[in-house]
């Protein structure tokens, strides 16, 4: 597609829910990246995908989180037994390459645990 | 592990004045790259810097990356109203990984 795409645009869960979001890079984007961004806060590091191998996973909070890739095209977040403290926007970003270019970022997840 | 900040955190100037946020990284970096997100929006790529002591230009924006490839700045001419939004800087250090890392942001507000 023309940009990333994400979905859904909101998402508004019960506390111990598990819940899947779903990411839709730029087509040929070999390189995928997860952000939580938190109300006023800055972008906290996930997850990194080169092709559907994720070589870095050290941004994950915890092993509630967990992140696939299916070759180079989508790739779903899921975030198990939901916390409030999971509450934020989740944002994905994609690029040519790992160093190529600069990030396109997809408008992001708002999750709302309650 | 590596840590990119930013200062200001937030910054209030009036319309027509100049600004400037600063980027310091932990580590010495491969690139920089600069980003801009609306309120309410996702962030925006603006610029990437690769070489020691570059200075790129966009219109009244104006971009830099220090001798040492420690640090970085963005300086905005005569601010506008259009301007409003956070501005982050993202790191690259070969010797930690492959993604970029992001600093703190500064949140710009232009009062007309």
């Known amino acids: 597609g023309a940009g990333v795409s994400q979905s859904p645009s909101n998402k508004v869960t019960e506390k111990g829910k598990d819940v899947e979001l779903r990411c839709d890079p730029i087509?040929?984007?070999?390189?995928l990246y997860w952000y939580r961004q938190r109300l006023g806060q800055g972008l906290e590091f996930l997850i990194y995908?080169?092709?559907?191998?994720?070589?870095?996973k050290s941004g994950l909070p915890s092993d509630r989180f967990s992140a696939e890739r299916t070759g180079e095209s989508v790739s779903t977040l899921t975030i198990q037994r939901t916390q409030q403290e999971d509450s934020a926007v989740y944002l994905c970003a994609s690029s040519p390459g790992p160093q190529q270019g600069g990030y396109t970022f997809g408008s992001g997840t708002r999750l709302t645990v309650v | 592990g590596q840590q990119v900040m930013q200062i200001p955190q937030y910054q209030h100037v009036q319309e027509g004045e100049d600004f400037t946020t600063y980027c310091n990284s932990s580590t010495t970096l491969s690139n920089i790259q600069w980003y801009k997100q609306r309120p309410g929006g996702h962030p925006v790529f603006l610029i990437q810097?690769?070489?020691?002591?570059e200075v790129k230009k966009q219109k009244r924006l104006t971009f830099q990356f220090g001798e040492a490839k420690k640090n970085s700045s963005l300086h905005i001419t005569a601010t506008q109203t259009t301007d409003v939004g956070t501005y982050f800087c993202a790191g690259l250090d070969l010797n930690t990984g492959n993604q970029f890392y992001f600093g703190t942001g500064t949140s710009l507000t232009v009062i007309p």
């Open positions: 810097l690769v070489k020691s002591g």
């Open positions: 087509s040929g984007h070999t390189a």
């Open positions: 995908f080169q092709g559907n191998s994720a070589p870095d």
